[in-house]
């Protein structure tokens, strides 16, 4: 590459674009780990989107009509880092970069979203943060109809790289991106032809701007070093109804000793190389210097969103009191006043009813509760909203010709799903939820994993919660997920006995600002178990005493979900026979750990048997049958030993041996 050429071409551009590079190098050398070819292949891009696009005020970082920068390639980090700290976002001072990957630093091996005001996402699992900005630019267009062009008007741009177009959430993510025609999204891919192993095609040949066109998106092929070249191309991008993909072919660490080889992709610490680098370049030779001059510039740039804010900030002030505190609590992710009134109306009314249903139409029920006075709910569901009853009357399908619809027909795209409702959490002003069988949280894990770790609180729908499905067989019936996701730190994991348990999983579900919450929901028919009301939101405790024994108390049976039923039939055996037995329904298990310790020796004593029923691997349950007081002579599980099989369910319970019978059996002999 000759950088003689780009240099004289494009001198104010290409210090600005140097200060990026050098940054990187320093503070990838100061750290001895990180990645610095990619920063140094898209300084360009990344500077003339900051100089000429961008709409973005440092000093607001949380502006909600800002557009949004997503680097999908989070290993290019020192590019986000560079970047916020040039324009001067007051998170990232130069301290902060010269501390890159430390200890309490701000500046993580990976971007992470809320580390430093300005990271809109974790990035770093690669096509994560391409997936996240379809969900980013659904928010924004559903808040473009609501709220109108002058509140809501922004972009979402991405930097993904050849590995975040591998992975194969990003088809999904493309996929409906194309379909939802999503045009204030633009993906701005590093076409540099080098990861980790060698050059992309030893493992991929894939002709990408032909793949995101097949999926309905309009593609440019740029070179990325050309300063007026990408200005063009992200004007046109803008310009296009359709989602935008401009390819830039970038050289990975350019003008570098490893530029366009693998090497280049890593860690660059050879301090002679590093210094013939900034030689190239015509940049200051200090450690973490960036000419005064360029500084200013860069500063200039990030000075410039002030005055657009100010603007937004005079028409935001133009709506009404109640649509500014409307808008502003969807903002805040807290929930309506009305909420728990809603709720306690509900559980009232079911608890008079006792209806026998599904708890994934409990859930349903109580959506249609709450839909309505919920206005930023963006629901959803991967091809299963029949089977996952997610769709509520009000909602309206959000799709091309309804921007003002709230329910996301997926598709077949669970992974895909989980990503961009994560996208809609970190846009602001949306509470998104989504639904599939249990069994497939596998394949979103990747992005529940992100939800639990950014701290977001987005809601997963997750049916047919065990062989309770039925004929569908192991395929479909999960016995480990409950475990996995219960393993997962800030995760709450419920798994709701009834209607009235279900509506207060949702209300927890919906008052988190920072937990994502997992609703395991049968797809079989419960029994109200909750039949006497109670104001109080039991759910909130993660387990209570449902049923207390009459005699004196000799076992403690604990249950979840639909085994509850089971954990009462086996307590009324037991009483029959003068074995008193108490019943603790445990929705969640992480709530339940939250409370004190008075609380939780009062739910489970020492001394009684303890019995758990869950239809599911055993895997956690002995933090109940045997810590917390327990003993591990008068512990027992009743669950499955394995995999499922294909068979009616009452069939399954019994065979795998999950019955009143079965459990009343293991307590008495745990008490001989
Ligand atoms: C899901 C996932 N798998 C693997 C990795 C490890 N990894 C980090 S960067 C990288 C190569 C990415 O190549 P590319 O996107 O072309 O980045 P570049 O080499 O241009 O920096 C890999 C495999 C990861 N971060 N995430």
Same mark, same amino acid.
């Given at each position: 590459?000759?950088?003689?050429?780009?240099?004289?071409?494009?001198?104010?551009?290409?210090?600005?674009?140097?200060?990026?590079?050098?940054?990187?190098?320093?503070?990838?050398?100061?750290?001895?780990?990180?990645?610095?070819?990619?920063?140094?292949?898209?300084?360009?891009?990344?500077?003339?989107?900051?100089?000429?696009?961008?709409?973005?005020?440092?000093?607001?970082?949380?502006?909600?009509?800002?557009?949004?920068?997503?680097?999908?390639?989070?290993? +290019?980090?020192?590019? /986000?880092?560079? !970047?916020?700290? @040039?324009?001067?976002?007051?998170? %990232? $001072?130069? =301290?902060?970069?010269? *501390?890159?990957?430390?200890?309490?630093?701000?500046?993580?091996?990976?971007?992470?979203?809320?580390?430093?005001?300005?990271?809109?996402?974790?990035?770093?699992?690669?096509?994560?943060?391409?997936?996240?900005?379809?969900?980013?630019?659904?928010?924004?267009?559903?808040?473009?109809?609501?709220?109108?062009?002058?509140?809501?008007?922004?972009?979402?741009?991405?930097?993904?790289?050849?590995?975040?177009?591998?992975?194969?959430?990003?088809?999904?993510?493309?996929?409906?991106? +194309?379909?939802?025609? /999503?045009?204030? !999204?633009?993906? @701005?891919?590093?076409?540099?032809? %080098? $990861?980790? =192993?060698?050059?992309? *095609?030893?493992?991929?040949?894939?002709?990408?701007?032909?793949?995101?066109?097949?999926?309905?998106?309009?593609?440019?092929?740029?070179?990325?070093?050309?300063?007026?070249?990408?200005?063009?191309?992200?004007?046109?991008?803008?310009?296009?109804?359709?989602?935008?993909?401009?390819?830039?072919?970038?050289?990975?660490?350019?003008?570098?000793?490893?530029?366009?080889?693998?090497?280049?992709?890593?860690?660059?610490?050879?301090?002679?190389?590093?210094?013939?680098?900034?030689?190239?370049?015509?940049?200051?030779?200090?450690?973490?210097?960036?000419?005064?001059?360029?500084?200013?510039?860069?500063?200039?740039?990030?000075?410039?969103?002030?005055?657009?804010?100010?603007?937004?900030?005079?028409?935001?002030?133009?709506?009404?009191?109640?649509?500014?505190?409307?808008?502003?609590?969807?903002?805040?992710?807290?929930?309506?006043?009305?909420?728990?009134?809603?709720?306690?109306?509900?559980?009232?009314?079911?608890?008079?009813?006792?209806?026998?249903?599904?708890?994934?139409?409990?859930?349903?029920?109580?959506?249609?509760?709450?839909?309505?006075?919920?206005?930023?709910?963006?629901?959803?569901?991967?091809?299963?909203?029949?089977?996952?009853?997610?769709?509520?009357?009000?909602?309206?399908?959000?799709?091309?010709?309804?921007?003002?619809?709230?329910?996301?027909?997926?598709?077949?795209?669970?992974?895909?799903?989980?990503?961009?409702?994560?996208?809609?959490?970190?846009?602001?002003?949306?509470?998104?939820?989504?639904?599939?069988?249990?069994?497939?949280?596998?394949?979103?894990?990747?992005?529940?994993?992100?939800?639990?770790?950014?701290?977001?609180?987005?809601?997963?729908?997750?049916?047919?919660?065990?062989?309770?499905?039925?004929?569908?067989?192991?395929?479909?019936?999960?016995?480990?997920?409950?475990?996995?996701?219960?393993?997962?730190?800030?995760?709450?994991?419920?798994?709701?006995?009834?209607?009235?348990?279900?509506?207060?999983?949702?209300?927890?579900?919906?008052?988190?600002?920072?937990?994502?919450?997992?609703?395991?929901?049968?797809?079989?028919?419960?029994?109200?178990?909750?039949?006497?009301?109670?104001?109080?939101?039991?759910?909130?405790?993660?387990?209570?005493?449902?049923?207390?024994?009459?005699?004196?108390?000799?076992?403690?049976?604990?249950?979840?979900?639909?085994?509850?039923?089971?954990?009462?039939?086996?307590?009324?055996?037991?009483?029959?026979?003068?074995?008193?037995?108490?019943?603790?329904?445990?929705?969640?298990?992480?709530?339940?750990?939250?409370?004190?310790?008075?609380?939780?020796?009062?739910?489970?004593?020492?001394?009684?048997?303890?019995?758990?029923?869950?239809?599911?691997?055993?895997?956690?349950?002995?933090?109940?049958?045997?810590?917390?007081?327990?003993?591990?002579?008068?512990?027992?599980?009743?669950?499955?030993?394995?995999?499922?099989?294909?068979?009616?369910?009452?069939?399954?319970?019994?065979?795998?041996?999950?019955?009143?019978?079965?459990?009343?059996?293991?307590?008495?002999?745990?008490?001989?």
């Amino acid at each position: 590459m000759d950088i003689k050429a780009l240099r004289t071409a494009h001198p104010e551009h290409w210090n600005k674009a140097a200060a990026i590079r050098t940054l990187t190098l320093d503070a990838v050398a100061a750290a001895n780990s990180g990645h610095s070819g990619m920063p140094m292949g898209m300084a360009d891009v990344a500077t003339v989107l900051f100089e000429k696009h961008l709409k973005f005020d440092p000093k607001a970082p949380a502006w909600p009509d800002r557009d949004r920068f997503i680097l999908s390639a989070g290993h +290019g980090s020192m590019l /986000l880092y560079s !970047l916020m700290y @040039l324009t001067g976002y007051e998170d %990232i $001072t130069l =301290d902060q970069i010269k *501390d890159f990957r430390q200890w309490g630093a701000k500046t993580a091996g990976h971007p992470e979203f809320g580390h430093a005001r300005g990271i809109e996402t974790t990035t770093g699992p690669l096509g994560q943060g391409i997936a996240n900005s379809v969900g980013f630019a659904i928010a924004e267009e559903i808040q473009r109809a609501t709220w109108g062009k002058k509140i809501i008007d922004h972009h979402t741009y991405v930097i993904a790289g050849d590995g975040c177009l591998m992975e194969g959430v990003s088809q999904e993510a493309i996929g409906l991106a +194309g379909m939802q025609k /999503l045009g204030h !999204l633009c993906v @701005l891919w590093d076409n540099n032809n %080098i $990861t980790i =192993d060698g050059t992309v *095609d030893m493992a991929d040949i894939t002709d990408q701007p032909a793949r995101f066109a097949a999926s309905g998106w309009h593609v440019q092929s740029i070179d990325g070093h050309d300063p007026e070249a990408i200005d063009a191309a992200i004007t046109a991008a803008k310009a296009d109804p359709r989602p935008s993909m401009i390819a830039c072919k970038t050289h990975i660490a350019l003008g570098h000793a490893a530029q366009d080889t693998p090497k280049g992709h890593g860690a660059l610490t050879n301090a002679d190389q590093l210094k013939a680098t900034k030689e190239l370049y015509g940049a200051p030779l200090g450690d973490f210097e960036v000419a005064a001059d360029v500084k200013a510039q860069w500063e200039a740039i990030g000075a410039r969103g002030a005055e657009t804010r100010a603007a937004w900030e005079e028409r935001f002030a133009t709506l009404s009191g109640t649509k500014q505190a409307e808008f502003n609590r969807a903002y805040a992710g807290e929930a309506p006043k009305k909420l728990s009134a809603t709720i306690r109306a509900l559980k009232k009314q079911v608890s008079e009813d006792q209806p026998k249903v599904a708890t994934r139409k409990s859930s349903e029920l109580t959506l249609q509760a709450v839909n309505p006075i919920m206005n930023e709910t963006i629901g959803g569901s991967a091809d299963l909203t029949g089977s996952n009853n997610t769709l509520t009357a009000d909602m309206g399908i959000f799709n091309p010709e309804n921007r003002k619809g709230r329910y996301i027909y997926y598709g077949v795209r669970e992974h895909g799903m989980a990503a961009a409702m994560n996208g809609m959490a970190l846009h602001g002003g949306a509470r998104p939820y989504g639904g599939t069988f249990m069994c497939f949280t596998d394949y979103a894990r990747g992005a529940m994993r992100l939800s639990a770790l950014m701290g977001i609180p987005t809601t997963y729908v997750m049916t047919h919660d065990s062989i309770g499905l039925g004929e569908d067989g192991p395929t479909h019936q999960p016995v480990e997920h409950l475990a996995m996701m219960r393993a997962t730190p800030n995760t709450h994991v419920f798994r709701p006995a009834d209607t009235v348990e279900t509506a207060e999983s949702w209300e927890m579900a919906l008052t988190s600002t920072s937990t994502p919450s997992v609703l395991c929901l049968s797809r079989q028919n419960l029994p109200t178990v909750r039949t006497e009301h109670k104001t109080k939101n039991l759910t909130a405790q993660g387990a209570y005493v449902l049923a207390e024994a009459t005699g004196k108390r000799q076992a403690i049976l604990m249950a979840t979900g639909s085994e509850v039923e089971v954990a009462l039939a086996a307590r009324e055996l037991l009483e029959a026979e003068g074995i008193g037995t108490r019943v603790v329904s445990m929705p969640c298990w992480e709530l339940f750990e939250a409370q004190d310790e008075s609380y939780r020796k009062r739910v489970l004593p020492a001394g009684p048997v303890r019995v758990a029923i869950e239809a599911g691997v055993r895997l956690g349950w002995d933090k109940w049958l045997m810590g917390e007081r327990g003993n591990n002579k008068k512990a027992g599980f009743v669950g499955m030993p394995g995999f499922g099989a294909s068979a009616p369910a009452e069939r399954l319970f019994e065979e795998f041996g999950i019955t009143a019978k079965d459990t009343a059996d293991l307590v008495k002999s745990l008490i001989k």
